[in-house]
């Protein structure tokens, strides 16, 4: 049996090919610079990875980081919880834990939810 998911994720409203709700799993705490709290997550079903580049690899990894000021996602301080969502550029930060500017980039706003239920809701409030 696969382990539940940690929370989900919907970019309903704001970027279409991650309006589905998807399934998430915290991987790892990265840091940058700027930050220390960015969140890498595992997502299913995975994004489809051919309108990046990439033509036979969809992606199944995502950062998140939030998106207000006061809000954190160690722990998670509120449901839903608004999120940047950025896509991982050069696989060397899964070592490292931590990255430049360069070496992500920014995809979509996005929400965080507690349920499926949630999520689902919010994406219908949207359509």
């Not at 790892?28 to 033509?55: C, S, T």
């Not at 199944?60 to 998106?67: A, E, G, P």
């Not at 000021?69 to 991982?88: E, F």
């Amino acid at each position: 049996m696969e382990e539940a998911a940690d929370f989900f994720l919907s970019c309903a409203g704001e970027y279409k090919p991650l309006t589905a709700p998807r399934a998430c799993w915290t991987k790892a705490r990265l840091r940058n610079e700027i930050r220390d709290d960015y969140m890498l997550i595992e997502i299913k079903p995975p994004l489809i990875g051919q309108p990046f580049g990439h033509a036979d690899k969809d992606i199944t990894q995502l950062i998140i980081s939030t998106r207000f000021q006061g809000d954190t996602l160690y722990p998670i301080s509120q449901w839903p919880l608004s999120v940047y969502v950025s896509r991982i550029l050069d696989e060397t930060i899964l070592r490292r834990l931590s990255f430049k500017k360069n070496q992500v980039e920014l995809i979509a706003w996005g929400m965080i939810f507690k349920t499926l239920e949630a999520a689902m809701t919010n994406v219908s409030k949207v359509e």
